[in-house]
């Protein structure tokens, strides 16, 4: 099917637009508007609607995205050679909590068949973890864990899973650097995600630095039956004197995770509203139509869960922090709006660190897609969030403390935000992207959403959701806002199964430790 020439402006004070037909567009077409392309322009990159005079501001979602290093001619093709990025916005005299809108309308009577845990979190899978405290433990741990799936899991029928919560952390770090707070509770956290039942056990070394009282100290579980006591640390230590060969450590493993199992086996799925529902939102191999299409329908989606009472955290700060200005009006009070300004200088100081700024974001897929840098970039991902108000704010690795939309401060990497935002406590995942990438994790379902209808035909077994729709023109946002939201309960019920689930696509947790290794 040959589809008349399309341009997508995302605000109608833009002065450019992208192209939406597959395959780009050539020279000498005629826009609806009657415009003729004096280049040739690939898909999801973008056109000038008006000519474009030297230094003069290049305009896209009202914002600009860059400067005209030379004269463009309307109909020419706008790439990031021709765009001078703008200065990163200040983090002083900001607009704070200015945009105090009324709350939206409740959405009452969805619900989905969760885990109800003892801590009254919600789980939309019933995994066995195991905690590791240090790396050199892992491939011990594997081994017990490929027997305990062929030889115990079988018995417990409720049971989905068995995973190992492999790291690369727990020695070798300089463990008393004030920001080894990040991994040590990244990892505390993840441990207690809502998916795991409360059951921890552990696989300790014996001479890391990471020692499992520091990881799990007294009183971080939270009670996890009816004994009315916190429950004793289950730890398995590989050097303990006991253990007389390989097999000895194994059949440990084996042993403990047995215990567990059983606990776990006589969970049950109960109907529990969706503000039960914590959903971590991110993006990753993004083109110039994640800002178009999959993006703004997850805003649409995250509108609704709000309005339903549910948890929705968005992150990846690289991404946000050209949009700090938007962010701290729709703060709900000013002390939500310094936290997200403290977040973001601690992450400018952590980059300068390094000698870059938030500019090395953008990948070279990114730019072959169409962003021509991390202004156009962040605009594209912040819609991700949607309108609503932002009522908290978390450092990496913190738990989440309230329902309602989070900024959770992350990088922008897709394995460290998943696994900070499984630290925080999400049972479901929402990942978009236009390159394409077949990301899943082991821990919790991951509905992944594609960005261009073309992807989501190669990739017909690896994407959930086609928001491409909506630049075919055959959907609209709030459509496919629907339609994920619908999806987010049957999977969170168990009833479907995404594809990275199907195929068991399963990324490494990759900590973020900022504090110095030895
Ligand atoms: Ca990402």
Redesign the pocket.
């Known amino acids: 099917m040959t589809q008349a020439p399309l341009t997508i402006a995302m605000h109608e004070a833009d002065n450019v637009a992208i192209v939406a037909n597959l395959g780009g567009l050539p020279a000498g077409t005629v826009l609806a508007c009657g415009l003729v392309l004096r280049d040739t322009v690939p898909q999801g990159h973008k056109v000038a609607l008006l000519d474009l005079p030297a230094g003069g501001v290049v305009r896209r979602y009202d914002v600009p995205i860059g400067y005209a290093l030379k004269d463009i001619a309307a109909g020419s093709w706008v790439h990031e050679r021709l765009l001078q990025m703008p200065q990163a916005r200040g983090l002083e005299g900001l607009p704070i909590a200015t945009e105090q809108r009324a709350p939206q309308a409740p959405l009452q009577g969805y619900t989905f068949e969760g885990y109800r845990n003892a801590d009254g979190s919600v789980g939309t899978r019933n995994i066995l973890a195991i905690t590791q405290t240090v790396q050199c433990v892992a491939g011990v741990t594997d081994f017990a864990v490929q027997r305990i799936k062929s030889e115990l899991l079988p018995k417990y029928r409720n049971v989905d899973d068995v995973v190992a919560l492999e790291h690369g952390y727990g020695c070798g770090v300089a463990i008393d650097a004030p920001d080894a707070v990040v991994p040590i509770r990244t990892l505390r956290n993840i441990s207690l995600n809502p998916n795991f039942g409360g059951e921890v056990m552990v696989v300790s070394l014996g001479c890391e630095k990471l020692q499992p009282e520091r990881l799990l100290p007294p009183g971080s579980i939270p009670i996890a039956d009816q004994r009315g006591a916190a429950p004793d640390l289950d730890v398995v230590c590989l050097q303990d004197d006991a253990h007389v060969g390989f097999m000895s450590m194994v059949d440990s493993i084996m042993r403990q995770a047995e215990e567990h199992l059983r606990r776990l086996d006589v969970r049950r799925r109960e109907t529990v509203p969706a503000s039960e529902l914590v959903v971590g939102v991110?993006?990753?191999g993004s083109d110039a139509f994640s800002g178009v299409t999959a993006n703004p329908a997850v805003g649409y989606c995250s509108d609704l869960l709000v309005r339903a009472g549910a948890s929705v955290m968005f992150s990846?700060t690289t991404e946000v922090r050209d949009g700090i200005a938007q962010l701290t009006a729709r703060a709900s009070t000013p002390e939500v709006a310094e936290a997200m300004i403290r977040e973001m200088a601690w992450y400018d100081a952590y980059l300068q660190r390094g000698s870059v700024d938030r500019s090395a974001n953008t990948t070279p897929g990114n730019k072959k897609g169409g962003l021509s840098n991390i202004v156009e970039k962040a605009m594209g991902s912040i819609v991700k969030s949607g309108s609503s108000t932002i009522t908290g704010v978390l450092a990496p690795g913190e738990k989440l403390r309230q329902k309602g939309l989070t900024y959770a401060a992350t990088p922008?990497?897709?394995f460290i935000?998943g696994t900070l935002q499984l630290a925080a406590g999400m049972n479901l995942h929402v990942f978009t992207t236009g390159r394409g990438t077949p990301y899943g994790l082991a821990q919790v379902p991951v509905i992944k959403v594609a960005t261009r209808t073309d992807l989501a035909r190669r990739w017909h077994d690896l994407m959930d959701v086609n928001a491409g729709k909506i630049a075919d023109g055959t959907a609209s946002i709030e459509d496919v806002g629907w339609e994920l939201f619908q999806l987010m309960l049957d999977v969170a019920s168990g009833r479907k199964k995404t594809w990275a689930e199907q195929w068991k696509l399963h990324n490494a947790l990759v900590l973020f430790n900022p504090a110095p290794v030895t």
């Open positions: 991110q993006c990753g990846e922008a990497s897709d935000c």
